[in-house]
């Protein structure tokens, strides 16, 4: 396939996920900062938001007081954010638009739908209430869903199904170890000092972000423990969010490609090598030599991904 | 002026071909019909089929107007049509292949050679060059307009890159699920072959050294075009890749993409970017849309281009109004379709009663197109008259004149019931190395306000469905 082709997919599903994953994470952050002040600290919860959706700096280069207002209108329908929900609906449409001989009709309906219905929400904005916030977020999940599970549905399985289901688990695992990039202050096992149980909401806002909340106690069975947050966060293979199984899914990606194309590469080794390095650790290790740290290298390790499946397939 | 209406003729008896369609408007309830409009609209909003308008800020997407009624035409009306336009499509090429050749129509006189070689569509890099089979123009798009039930008019013969067959399309397949009913009482001619007989005339033209498959990819200047959305829905008809400038290279004189598999042979390209565009090595240093060595891979007869580069010197206006003398240098025949009465303000009798008559005229830039830089005389006000005289005593070359023709109109349905508008029709003319073909109907453009000559999508005009449906016997 044309190679730019394969780079519009790739993106294109950047896009969508991203925009799930901002929609998740404004309402488990909602739902901590409405607490009393004594279980959280609002004006941090709003900061840590845009932390962990990468457009913390955009935020203050913009001048605007950090605020609930202010933050949730700039991740949702700022348009001089490149990250907002906004944005990534447009520029997943962009996207689709330029390749729509890829995708099926239930794929470019779903896009273009959410598009025009994104557009009916951004005209009602001046009446927006927190319900229609509500409304709004629900909207995007569901959008993302439909999408999902049109690809998944209706699309051949040749290689611009997996360059699209690429694009998903990078950015999915980009999300998830921003996530905990951002809360691995409360997610340390040796947590008492800092907020003791009060952090309880902490936990399972990142749970929430995730949608993992329910997940937890089936895994689990017990009540909730920091450093069992993160492990399934990062290494339980049965949770479609963690870094793991996020890794077995690009792995075995691009393993379909390489089979298809003949050739493995530099992407495929690298994501194997990530893959690998998951699969050996424990949550020993990873508290032991830093949970900031590991997740900080599993950052810049999946970006670096990112890069090489752009040179290999010449996007 | 008299005004022939496609449904009720000049008098007002309802025309044989819409028979059936006016008996069933008697009866229909005018309820259904604002209910289907609404459909429709949604319809062709979720399929996403839209139109960019250059310079419209409120919106870079826009949908044109669909009107639901369709316009329909009888068999054997379309047989002499068809025949017409066959006709006339040979003899572009032929004039094509002549003037980059030889010239006998210019040594004969026949056409001035000063407005060949000194026309901006003539390209001097094509001159001494053949094209694969000696075809340049495989895909035309002929606007004809008709004031009675007699002849049909030539207005313009699109031989560049003509857009609009998307629309003829998904026209008809928005129509087969709105009106059902109205398809059984018809016997209409289909038109959904058309991307197969696209692709069988892309595949014939292919250069003669490819054997078996040719590689054959659709090239857009982007999603920011005009016709974009035409150029993803015929890619994806044809099952070809539909590439940008970006996408493609040359090496050694032979094109190829850019896959994720490495670099791929291409053999024929369909390209709807402007010839100006094509390489930026030949054409304009600036485009970024082209491909550097596109001309040289061309002239080494490695692809195919379709529509040839340098046809715009046949569909230009000033070439128009030679047509009838072209059809009989070469093909020895009568023209079997009209053309307008055209006046060719490079004579100066004919400046002068043009300038002296501007407010009954259409006066048109030779090369201007989609109904930009034109003046409708009798619509325009007195400072656009002076303006365009101003224009023409300056540079009379540049610009041809028309008699207002009384466009046909044809009823379509609006809020307030069912009204006349005055509309064209654009068949698309298919050359291929051994055949010629043309699918029954093309895309009939309609003025949605009252009155308005101006069909073009660009300026707010819509479309409709266009039937070819079998005469009935007498009695």
């Not at chain 1, 394969?6 to 969508?16: I, T």
């Not at chain 2, 919106?59 to 336009?85: C, H, V």
């Not at chain 2, 292919?206 to 590689?215: I, L, Q, S, T, W």
């Not at chain 2, 970006?246 to 993409?257: C, N, P, S, W």
Request: aromatic share 10%; glycine share 6%.
């Amino acid at each position: 396939m044309l190679s730019r082709t394969a780079d519009n997919l790739f993106w294109l599903a950047r896009y969508m996920e991203r925009a799930d994953f901002l929609s998740r994470a404004i309402e488990a952050s909602r739902r901590l900062a409405a607490l009393p002040k004594t279980y959280s600290n609002a004006e941090s919860e709003w900061e840590s938001v845009l932390l962990s959706s990468g457009s913390a700096q955009a935020f203050s280069q913009s001048g605007r007081p950090l605020d609930e207002e202010h933050v949730i209108e700039f991740l949702t329908f700022a348009t001089d954010n490149p990250g907002s929900i906004r944005n990534c609906i447009h520029l997943a449409r962009a996207n689709a638009r330029a390749v729509r001989t890829a995708l099926t009709i239930e794929m470019w309906e779903a896009i273009n739908g959410a598009f025009l219905e994104m557009q009916s929400f951004e005209e009602r904005r001046k009446t927006t209430s927190r319900e229609e916030l509500s409304h709004f977020l629900e909207f995007v999940k569901r959008t993302s869903l439909i999408y999902d599970g049109g690809a998944y549905r209706t699309m051949l399985r040749n290689d611009a199904y997996w360059f699209s289901r690429l694009g998903l688990f990078v950015e999915r695992a980009d999300n998830t170890a921003r996530l905990l990039d951002v809360k691995y202050h409360v997610l340390l096992p040796e947590k008492e000092v800092v907020g003791g149980s009060l952090d309880y909401f902490q936990w399972s806002a990142v749970l929430r972000a995730v949608s993992a909340h329910n997940a937890y106690h089936w895994v689990y069975r017990t009540s909730m423990k920091p450093w069992l947050v993160a492990d399934l966060l990062i290494l339980r293979p049965e949770m479609p969010r963690s870094l793991l199984s996020c890794y077995e899914s690009i792995v075995r990606n691009l393993d379909l490609l390489a089979r298809a194309h003949g050739r493995q590469g530099a992407a495929q080794r690298q994501a194997r090598k990530v893959h690998d390095h998951l699969q050996k650790l424990t949550m020993e290790n990873v508290f032991q030599n830093g949970l900031h740290e590991f997740v900080s290298s599993f950052i810049s390790e999946n970006n670096h991904l990112g890069a090489l499946i752009s040179e290999q397939y010449l996007f | 002026m008299i005004q022939f209406d496609e449904m009720s003729g000049i008098s007002g008896q309802t025309r044989a071909p819409y028979e059936r369609l006016s008996q069933w408007l008697t009866t229909v309830d005018p309820q259904l019909l604002a209910a289907r409009r609404d459909q429709a609209e949604l319809l062709f909003r979720r399929i996403g089929i839209t139109f960019a308008v250059y310079g419209s800020q409120e919106a870079t997407e826009r949908l044109i107007p669909f009107d639901i009624l369709p316009r329909i035409i009888s068999r054997s009306e379309w047989i002499m049509l068809e025949r017409g336009l066959i006709q006339r499509v040979t003899a572009l090429n032929m004039f094509l292949k002549d003037i980059y050749g030889d010239g006998e129509i210019l040594k004969a006189g026949i056409v001035p050679s000063d407005l060949i070689y000194r026309n901006p569509g003539f390209c001097t890099e094509m001159f001494g060059r053949r094209v694969p089979h000696d075809v340049f123009v495989h895909i035309a798009g002929v606007d004809v307009v008709r004031t009675d039930d007699q002849n049909f008019y030539v207005l313009e013969d699109n031989a560049r890159t003509p857009s609009g067959v998307s629309y003829m399309l998904e026209n008809r397949e928005v129509m087969m699920r709105l009106f059902p009913e109205l398809f059984a009482l018809h016997r209409v001619a289909p038109i959904e072959d058309y991307p197969n007989e696209l692709l069988a005339t892309l595949r014939s033209v292919a250069p003669p050294r490819v054997n078996g498959d040719p590689v054959i990819a659709l090239m857009t200047p982007g999603q920011y075009n005009s016709a974009f959305y035409e150029h993803s829905f015929l890619a994806d008809k044809l099952g070809i890749e539909l590439v940008e400038g970006r996408d493609l290279f040359v090496k050694d004189d032979v094109v190829f993409m850019r896959t994720t598999e490495g670099p791929r042979r291409v053999d024929v390209i369909y390209r709807r970017i402007d010839d100006d565009f094509l390489d930026p090595l030949t054409f304009r240093p600036d485009s970024a849309l082209g491909v550097a060595g596109l001309m040289g891979a061309y002239h080494a007869g490695n692809v195919t281009l379709a529509n040839a580069v340098g046809t715009g010197v046949a569909d230009d206006k000033a070439t128009y109004t030679y047509m009838p003398e072209i059809i009989r240098f070469y093909l020895n025949e009568e023209p079997l379709l009209q053309n307008v009465p055209t006046y060719r303000c490079r004579e100066p009798e004919a400046l002068s009663y043009v300038l002296s008559h501007l407010n009954e005229l259409v006066v048109k830039e030779v090369n201007g197109s989609g109904g930009y830089g034109m003046l409708v005389g009798p619509h325009a006000s007195k400072a656009q008259i002076e303006e365009f005289r101003l224009k023409l005593t300056s540079n009379p070359d540049n610009f041809i004149a028309q008699p207002t023709l009384a466009l046909s109109t044809c009823p379509i349905s609006v809020a307030q019931g069912i009204v006349p508008r005055h509309v064209d029709l654009r068949p698309f003319v298919l050359q291929g190395a051994k055949s010629t073909r043309v699918v029954p109907g093309g895309l009939t453009r309609v003025a949605m306000t009252e009155n308005s000559l101006v069909v073009n999508s660009s300026q707010g005009g819509g479309t409709k469905d266009t039937w070819v449906v079998d005469d009935i016997a007498p009695g």
